[in-house]
């Protein structure tokens, strides 16, 4: 581990921050000090510099991928930028201004539009992290909830009355930030709204049959799409107690490991970025971080997992 937590820590700003925070289990004194860097150097610095002087990112709040402002918000939270920062905190707050639908879900669109589950759930993914005291993320976490359908997943289509893998991982990520900036008080509903996700994505064990191969494709950035590996960084950092429907996902995970002990970027997802993060077929940072953290988390519940022959 030594050898691939160095290699970590020679990447980028960001990286070695969440390798201390996610991995090395720093002090929190230590990840400040780091996380503060992050909007003067590396990724973190460079997404920072693409805002327009009108606040926004791309041409608008979702147009276009990947470059929107909606997209670049989601993606500086997952580099773990430092909450206070004005440049996303104030745009957050003109979205609720101009974006909230009378129901309590999000319209990003400059024409009228009815709300989308998924890009609800991922508005309150990075508005919990950048504006925690914002009273309006209850009616938007309230909102969300009550779009749970009975399989315990929830759905972009609103004629849905099943729950699809993308919408329910966004919004389990995003019910778990919510919870994470709120007091005691809202926990119940949330932590049933979850279980009840969690439970979804098990009794599909986490879609790995999917005919979607992509699912299967070790990916980043995730955007809004589910995959594999997401699954697992989800139940990983949510502390999930390990189910046997996810062993041949572990399984698969640990089996995507190099010789040199590190993992690969396989996919990204077609659109515009505001610059390229990493080549695919080489090996990730990101996912490697990632993957290190999942057989952490599981690998004395799946101990094949550990010493595979790595491919």
């Not at 670049?72 to 773990?80: A, C, Q, V």
């Not at 009550?146 to 315990?152: C, K, L, M, S, W």
Request: glycine share 8%; charged share 25%.
């Amino acid at each position: 581990m030594r050898k691939q937590t160095d290699w970590l820590l020679a990447g980028d700003p960001a990286i070695r921050y969440l390798t201390y925070r996610d991995l090395l289990h720093a002090t929190p004194e230590q990840c400040e000090a780091l996380q503060a860097r992050l909007p003067q150097e590396g990724i973190c610095a460079r997404l920072l510099a693409c805002q327009h002087e009108n606040g926004h990112w791309g041409l608008y709040y979702y147009q276009p991928k990947w470059t929107s402002t909606h997209y670049t918000l989601l993606e500086l939270k997952n580099l773990g930028a430092p909450t206070a920062l004005t440049a996303c905190r104030s745009i957050i707050l003109r979205m609720f201004d101009e974006c909230t639908l009378p129901g309590g879900g999000m319209n990003l669109s400059r024409h009228a539009h009815p709300n989308d589950t998924c890009v609800d759930a991922m508005v309150l993914n990075y508005a919990s992290y950048f504006c925690p005291e914002e009273p309006r993320l209850d009616q938007l976490a309230g909102h969300i909830m009550a779009e749970q359908r009975q399989d315990g997943g929830f759905a972009w289509d609103a004629s849905a009355d099943c729950g699809d893998p993308h919408t329910t991982i966004c919004t389990m990520e995003g019910l778990g930030q919510y919870a994470a900036s709120r007091a005691s008080g809202k926990q119940v509903s949330v932590s049933e709204a979850m279980r009840g996700g969690v439970s979804f994505l098990l009794s599909n064990h986490l879609f790995i049959d999917s005919t979607d191969r992509r699912f299967q494709k070790l990916t980043y950035p995730a955007r809004y799409r589910y995959d594999l590996l997401r699954a697992l960084e989800f139940f990983a950092r949510e502390r999930i107690c390990f189910d046997e429907r996810m062993r041949e996902a572990i399984l698969w995970l640990a089996g995507k490991q190099t010789r040199e002990g590190l993992w690969r970027l396989e996919h990204t997802h077609a659109g515009n970025v505001h610059f390229p993060l990493e080549e695919i077929g080489k090996p990730s940072r990101f996912i490697t971080l990632k993957a290190m953290l999942v057989l952490r988390a599981y690998g004395r519940d799946v101990p094949d997992a550990i010493g595979q022959n790595p491919a």
